[in-house]
C-alpha cells in the first residue's frame, strides 16, 4: 500500500468496480499521484453479486474507512443512451424497456453525460443497489461506460478527424464512434478471439463510412494479443494507436479519475 493515512480517509476518493469477471477498488487523493492504492478482489461466479459484494465487504478492511467520495462503478451490458435535450426523468424506465426485455428484481438508474450532452439509462441488480444505499449512503454510482464516454468525447475535440475507441475486456469488446465531439454510436460486442475483434472494428468503421487513410483507430484495456491485434488491424487501417494504461488498473477507474 502507498502512503494511505486511513486517519484522513475523509480526504481519499474509495472507486469500487463490480463486474462478472471480478471486483477490484482504488483509493487515492486527487492532489497527490503517490497517495494510491489498487486491489482486486476475485468472484465465486456460483453467488450472485450481491453475495459476493457482502464477502467482499466483509472481509476487506479498506472498504470500512469513511471516505470523502464514493463512486460505484457498474460493468453491465444493458444500457443505452438518450439524448440530453430529449430525455425526462419520468420516462427512464420506459425508454430502457424500450430496448431491453423487463426483468425481476432490477433498478433503472441514469447518468447524465455533460461532455457527452446525453442521459446513460442502465440496470443493476435491485439487491445489490439496496445493499451499497445501505453500506455507501452517499456513492455515486455509474455505469462503466460512462466515464470513458466522456474521457473520450473530450478527447474527440482534438482534431477534424472521426475516432473509434475499442475499450477490451476479457470476454467483451465496447466500440464508440465520435465526429469530433458528436457520439455516433456505441456498443459492446461479446467476444475474444482476435479475429472477432478485428472483425467487429472493422465492421462497424465501414457502416460509419470512416476513411481508411485519415480517421483514428484507438485501442484500450486488457488486451492479450496486442501484437497479433496491431498487425491485423494494420491490413486494413493506417491509424491504429494503442493508449497506455496504469499497471493492472481498469481503463474505467482510470478515467473516472480524471473526470473528477
Same mark, same amino acid.
Given at each position: ?80 443512451? =438518450? ?5 425526462? /426523468?419520468?420516462? #427512464?424506465?420506459? !425508454?430502457?424497456?424500450?430496448? @431491453? *426485455? ?15 450532452? =446525453? ?5 443493476? /441488480?435491485?439487491? #445489490?443497489?439496496? !445493499?451499497?444505499?445501505?453500506? @455507501? *449512503? ?123
Amino acid at each position: 500500500m502507498t502512503n494511505i493515512d486511513f486517519s484522513k480517509s475523509e480526504q481519499y476518493t474509495l472507486s469500487i468496480r463490480l463486474s462478472a469477471d471480478g471486483f477490484s477498488f482504488s483509493i487515492h487523493r486527487s492532489s497527490s499521484n503517490d497517495d494510491f492504492f489498487f486491489a482486486e478482489y476475485p468472484v465465486n461466479v456460483s453467488c450472485s453479486m450481491t453475495a459476493n459484494l457482502k464477502k467482499m465487504i466483509q472481509a476487506t478492511p479498506e472498504l470500512k474507512h469513511t471516505y470523502g467520495q464514493v463512486n460505484i462503478l457498474i460493468d453491465t451490458q444493458r444500457f443505452t443512451t =438518450v439524448p440530453f435535450d430529449l430525455f425526462e /426523468d419520468e420516462q #427512464t424506465e420506459t !425508454l430502457f424497456y424500450h430496448n @431491453f *426485455p423487463q426483468r425481476d428484481n432490477e433498478t433503472v438508474l441514469c447518468n447524465i453525460l455533460g461532455k457527452s450532452n =446525453v442521459a446513460l439509462l442502465f440496470g443493476m /441488480d435491485k439487491h #445489490t443497489h439496496q !445493499l451499497l444505499g445501505e453500506q @455507501f *449512503p452517499n456513492a455515486r454510482i455509474f455505469a462503466c461506460v460512462c466515464p470513458l464516454m466522456e474521457h473520450f468525447t473530450q478527447k474527440s475535440r482534438d482534431n477534424n478527424f472521426r475516432k473509434l475507441y475499442a475499450y477490451f475486456q476479457p470476454n467483451q469488446m465496447t466500440i464508440f464512434a465520435f465526429d469530433k465531439d458528436k457520439l455516433l454510436l456505441v456498443n459492446t460486442f461479446n467476444c475474444k478471439q482476435t479475429s472477432d475483434r478485428v472483425y467487429y472494428m472493422l465492421y462497424v468503421w465501414q457502416q460509419l463510412g470512416f476513411s481508411q487513410e485519415k480517421d483514428q483507430l484507438y485501442l484500450t484495456g486488457k488486451m492479450d494479443n496486442q501484437e497479433e491485434l496491431l498487425t491485423e488491424l494494420n491490413k486494413f487501417l493506417r491509424q491504429v494507436t494503442p493508449l497506455p494504461t496504469l499497471n493492472n488498473l481498469p481503463f474505467d477507474i482510470q478515467t473516472l479519475m480524471t473526470c473528477e
